[in-house]
């Protein structure tokens, strides 16, 4: 990543009023890749994708992706889930951050994961995977990344911001995850 993103993370970092530095959330920029993927939730249904693509290809997961350059986490969530679903979010909460590395670069990511209870738009399918909204009580039944699961109640957690760091074993199994509350 560029000294650009650097700047732009660090802002909005600033902006959210979270004092962990960068580096200690972000300690290796030269491979870890920027992401943002957000929890829609509309009457206690959530919209989830089912990945086409590596990693967790066939498993269910929050739609997001890739942060741009010069772009803030917020902008970019906006963005994707416009892409991918064809729906506006309004007002995304920041809920959760992830530090993740590994051995291969699939699960080398620095993922800010969002939660939204507004958008706007109708649903239409992208070139992702397939879109589904599942009532909260199904979710726990559905195939999802082991991270996810461990995740999914920090992020819908209405009273705290997390920082989660994570080490995912060769298969993408977890082999350690640190929670820390975001201050």
Not at 46 to 60: D, M, N, T, V
Not at 150 to 159: D, G, P, R, S
Request: net charge negative; with cysteine; glycine share 6%.
């Amino acid at each position: 990543m560029t000294n650009a993103t650097h700047q732009v993370l660090t802002e909005y970092l600033q902006r959210e009023s979270i004092s962990i530095p960068l580096a200690e959330m972000w300690p290796q920029p030269h491979i870890q890749r920027v992401s943002a993927l957000c929890l829609l939730e509309r009457e206690n249904r959530f919209l989830l994708l089912q990945r086409i693509k590596a990693p967790f290809k066939g498993l269910w997961t929050a739609p997001g992706g890739k942060v741009q350059a010069g772009e803030h986490p917020e902008q970019a969530v906006i963005r994707e889930l416009r892409e991918e679903t064809g729906l506006q979010l309004l007002r995304p909460r920041l809920r959760l951050i992830a530090s993740e590395t590994g051995p291969q670069p699939y699960y080398n990511w620095l993922c800010f994961m969002f939660h939204c209870t507004e958008v706007v738009g109708n649903l239409h399918a992208g070139d992702e995977g397939i879109l589904r909204w599942v009532a909260q009580a199904d979710i726990a039944a559905m195939d999802r990344p082991e991270i996810d699961v461990l995740l999914f109640a920090k992020v819908l957690n209405t009273e705290q911001r997390w920082l989660a760091t994570v080490r995912f074993g060769e298969q993408g199994a977890v082999e350690a995850l640190r929670m820390t509350v975001m201050t």
